[in-house]
């Protein structure tokens, strides 16, 4: 498995508990993520700016690779745990 399964098996994961926990949701994810609006990549760089791509989509500014939508409430250690 990549390093971008890794982290959207992880980030499903973390939707998942928002949304059992009763969390409001928006577009699929918990509105809390957007109200701190930091973005995390493939390759564990984390930014509160993305390009968007027509062709991949969100990415980060620093390596071009796919962007997500950060969880509220993590730290970046634990973050870069799940993109080693």
């Known amino acids: ?5 890794i982290l959207e098996e992880w ?6 508990e928002a949304k059992d926990n009763g969390e409001e ?8 993520w957007y109200e701190q609006a930091l973005h995390c990549c493939n390759n564990g760089h984390i930014n509160d700016m993305y390009l968007k791509s027509e062709i ?3 990415v980060c500014l620093t390596c071009r690779e796919p ?4 969880p509220t ?3 970046d250690e ?3 745990k799940i993109t080693k």
């Open 1 to 5: 498995m990549g390093k971008q399964e």
């Open 11 to 16: 980030l499903n994961v973390k939707i998942k």
């Open 25 to 32: 949701m928006f577009l699929g994810v918990p509105d809390a």
């Open 56 to 58: 991949k989509g969100s």
């Open 67 to 70: 962007s997500h939508i950060f």
């Open 73 to 75: 409430g993590v730290t």
């Open 78 to 80: 634990e973050f870069k």
